[in-house]
């Protein structure tokens, strides 16, 4: 059904701008700076939460929130009201270092004293360079600046007990983030280094710091793999490989018919439930917001809203090679083979029979392969933001995402084509009349 000649991202080259955004974006912080760049230079123009707006037809424009949830719009000139969405999130899970960092105790040994941050697969985070990113909080006479900050060096590393001091070390391991997850950060001497070098690196007085959002991440570079090159590995592709996705695809759409917007959102991992994650008010605001400036009323706004589809990207797990036996005996992923339409009869994930055939239907519309995740009916399985944001505002929603393994570690793998099948889907979505309500359901594809 997919006809490859027909994708116009170049495969290799797509995912290559992939593993640069990933090296771009150690945190959530940095995605949302990252992304706000990419934004500004298409002409999305920053408007303040705190500012009044004032929305041009034909404008772009991007809101953050905390700078670490971004949603981006365009304005159309028609009089089109409904909104089309498609969010993912900024953050992965990693491990933040605590107030009162430094920890000494060991002879010899200075650590970071750290908790972890969502569900870290912890035992590939040994024994390999970390280092430190986040942003610094400076004082400057009377204001309080955010500065972004990326340590770009080896800087840490979480040594292994060695197997003759646990023989059962392959018989399953479990660890202790308080006692087996602190970094090594040098030897006694360090013990008074972390804010100094913070300092350095930023070019402010130690004095003028006064609070650090500091988290690790892996210094392994992206790259590819396989014999052709066919999968990649990279640090947090859940979920940036989605968020990167759905903003190429947005900022190339050929044209966008309803208020196409795009969001990404911090704290998925933690249970979106802050000032920023999906279940805030933020989207809400937001959409609100577009429509009150654009002179809607309050029923042209449930209107809207009744209208209005959701495509919610997070990363789904592929058919992992060792372990089939994981998989659902039917709707096993796999990497290279196009999207993944995520099914829960439990509602941890919005697709439906009515919202899976709308996404089906642009799949074909934009000649991308698609194909169904389901967990096993013995296993429980994640969710994600899409049912969450819909407690705030309740939209058509599908849930999807790429094939990918090692989610939650520090270093994952997906498949070189399926970004630039996530990018089609999305300009299709982004640029086709699509009329999608309780009592009608119809897609037109983009070129009719
Ligand atoms: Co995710």
Redesign the pocket.
């Known amino acids: 059904m997919c006809t490859e000649e027909k994708i116009k991202f170049p495969f290799k080259e797509t995912s290559q701008g992939l593993l640069d955004f990933v090296k771009h974006s150690p945190t959530s912080f940095h995605a949302v700076r990252t992304a706000s760049e990419m934004l500004e230079k298409e002409g999305f123009v920053h408007l303040a939460e705190s500012s009044a707006w004032d929305l041009e037809p034909d404008g772009k424009y991007y809101v953050t929130r905390n700078g670490s949830s971004l949603i981006a719009f365009c304005v159309p000139r028609e009089k089109e009201a409904a909104f089309r969405l498609f969010c993912?999130?900024t953050d992965?899970p990693s491990f933040k270092v605590k107030e009162g960092p430094q920890l000494s105790g060991t002879a010899g040994y200075t650590k970071l004293n750290v908790e972890q941050y969502g569900g870290a697969l912890r035992a590939p985070w040994f024994d390999r360079p970390l280092s430190l990113a986040g942003r610094v909080l400076v004082q400057t006479g009377n204001s309080i600046e955010t500065r972004l900050v990326q340590i770009d060096r080896d800087l840490l590393m979480i040594p292994s007990l060695a197997i003759h001091m646990n023989r059962e070390a392959n018989e399953g391991m479990k660890y202790n983030v308080q006692t087996d997850l602190c970094p090594v950060f040098g030897d006694e001497s360090a013990i008074e280094s972390l804010r100094p070098l913070i300092a350095r690196e930023m070019g402010v007085q130690e004095e003028a710091i006064l609070s650090m959002d500091l988290f690790l991440y892996n210094r392994q570079r992206g790259t590819f793999i396989g014999a052709n090159e066919e999968f990649l590995a990279a640090p947090r592709l859940?979920?940036l490989q989605?968020m990167y996705g759905s903003l190429i695809g947005f900022l190339n759409a050929p044209q966008h018919r309803a208020v196409s917007v795009y969001g990404a959102f911090d704290n998925?991992?933690t249970g979106s439930e802050s000032r920023q994650g999906a279940a805030s008010t933020f989207l809400a605001d937001v959409l609100t917001r577009i429509n009150a400036a654009r002179g809607g009323s309050q029923e042209d706004y449930f209107r809207a809203v009744a209208g209005s589809f959701l495509i919610s990207g997070?990363?789904a797990h592929a058919l992992h090679p060792n372990h089939p036996e994981k998989a659902d005996p039917v709707n096993r992923p796999q990497m290279n083979q196009g999207v993944v339409i995520k099914f829960n009869a439990n509602q941890k994930y919005t697709s439906d029979g009515r919202s899976a055939s709308v996404l089906k239907l642009l799949c074909r519309h934009a000649n991308v392969p698609y194909q169904v995740y389901t967990n096993r009916s013995d296993m429980a399985g994640?969710s994600?933001?899409g049912n969450i944001s819909n407690t705030q505002v309740s939209l058509q929603a599908v849930d999807i995402?790429l094939p990918q393994l090692a989610?939650?570690s520090p270093y994952e793998m997906a498949g070189t084509k399926d970004t630039a099948y996530l990018i089609e889907l999305t300009k299709e979505f982004y640029s086709c009349q699509l009329e999608v309500t309780d009592e009608k359901m119809a897609v037109q594809p983009s070129e009719a």
Do not use: F, Q, V
Request: negative net charge.
């Open positions: 993912s999130h992965s859940d979920d989605c998925e991992e997070d990363n994640g994600t933001l995402g989610m939650h």
